[in-house]
């Protein structure tokens, strides 16, 4: 699979942003969004499960972002509201394959993600 991320962008504190994750093909995939701030480790931001549309959110993101899935489109949204300059970091997108219909729980390890897109790049200003 092939994920193309965009939405990216320079925002003042404060302002909202929507990112986009297009995954190729029609095969669902669970979906996570991953971000590295400059200088520091990758950290997970929100999941969401191609299987029951179930949604974790990492402690930076809980109340603030929204991740969400157009199944038509196969395409992957984080919402972000209330950007903070501490949130300036290159956003990933990553998609793991659905081993059964049964799977709704949550991945939150890189590691975790086996397909990764090209990342989109956020700069909140103070």
């Known amino acids: 699979v092939q994920l193309q991320a965009s939405g990216g962008g320079l925002v003042d504190a404060g302002a909202p942003l929507r990112l986009s994750c297009a995954a190729s093909g029609r095969t669902k995939f669970h979906m996570g969004w991953f971000r590295q701030p400059p200088g520091k480790e990758r950290e997970f931001v929100a999941s969401i499960t191609g299987t029951d549309g179930s949604t974790w959110y990492g402690d930076s993101a809980k109340g603030r972002f929204t991740i969400s899935r157009d199944n038509a489109a196969n395409t992957v949204y984080l919402s972000m509201n209330s950007l903070r300059p501490e949130d300036t970091a290159v956003y990933y997108c990553?998609?793991?394959?659905?081993?059964?219909?049964?799977?709704?729980?949550?991945?939150?390890?890189?590691?975790?993600?086996?397909?990764w897109g090209q990342g989109t790049e956020v700069t909140v200003s103070s």
């Open positions: 990553a998609a793991r394959s659905i081993s059964s219909s049964r799977d709704t729980r949550g991945y939150l390890r890189a590691r975790e993600y086996p397909f």
